[in-house]
């Protein structure tokens, strides 16, 4: 569900170009790695650490699972990554797939009985809306996206627990930030240099929930 199957914007020629052009894109095929984001994630655990051997994943729209991937690496063979998105994910090793929507109560269910009595040590989510090329109406979708991943989290973190979430600048951004202020401990916004730069996506890392 990376990008929720968003809308490209510009033309179809202007996103090939684009593709073609960008290193991360190549860098991605060649190092067998499923999406040019796991390097956003990179660049994030570089400067933050947020996983560490041992931690317990849950890879919020997962698909096509380059964040999976790369967290599985980390914390493996202690910690798990459990995956959800309302795509197929072709398997990892080390991860665990669930197929449906995050905001379904079945879902839910069927999540808290594969992790059992393991905790949640971090939720991540690198999604987006559904793009209708409306600047207000589509960032009014990504808060809501936001708002619905964090009250996801906050039912199942562990206490401590770590949140990292793709966000978009304008309108409710900074309402939200402080909304994650009031149950983590510790919030900061990041902007990876994998990320173009013309967009206006930023990764809010909130730590250390209920504490």
Avoid at 112 to 127: I, K
Avoid at 158 to 172: C, N, P, W
Wanted: glycine content about 12%; charged content about 25%.
């Amino acid at each position: 569900m990376k990008r929720r199957v968003g809308h490209r914007s510009g033309s179809p020629g202007h996103w090939r170009q684009r593709q073609v052009s960008d290193p991360y894109v190549e860098r991605a095929s060649r190092e067998g790695w499923r999406s040019r984001a796991v390097f956003k994630l990179q660049q994030i655990q570089a400067r933050s650490r947020v996983l560490k051997p041992g931690v317990n994943c849950l890879d919020l729209g997962a698909s096509p699972g380059g964040w999976s991937q790369y967290a599985s690496g980390i914390v493996q063979p202690i910690g798990r990554v459990w995956a959800l998105d309302r795509e197929p994910l072709e398997p990892i090793s080390g991860v665990t797939f669930i197929q449906g929507d995050f905001t379904d109560p079945q879902i839910l269910s069927l999540l808290r009985s594969s992790l059992g009595d393991a905790r949640v040590d971090l939720v991540m989510s690198d999604m987006a809306p559904n793009l209708s090329g409306n600047r207000v109406v589509d960032q009014a979708k990504s808060m809501e996206l936001a708002e619905g991943v964090l009250d996801f989290a906050c039912g199942v973190l562990g206490e401590g627990g770590g949140l990292l979430i793709k966000l978009f600048q304008g309108e409710g951004f900074d309402d939200f930030i402080a909304s994650v202020r009031i149950g983590f401990g510790s919030v900061r916004v990041i902007k990876p240099p994998a990320s173009r730069p013309e967009s206006r996506e930023m990764y809010l890392l909130a730590r250390t929930y209920g504490m």
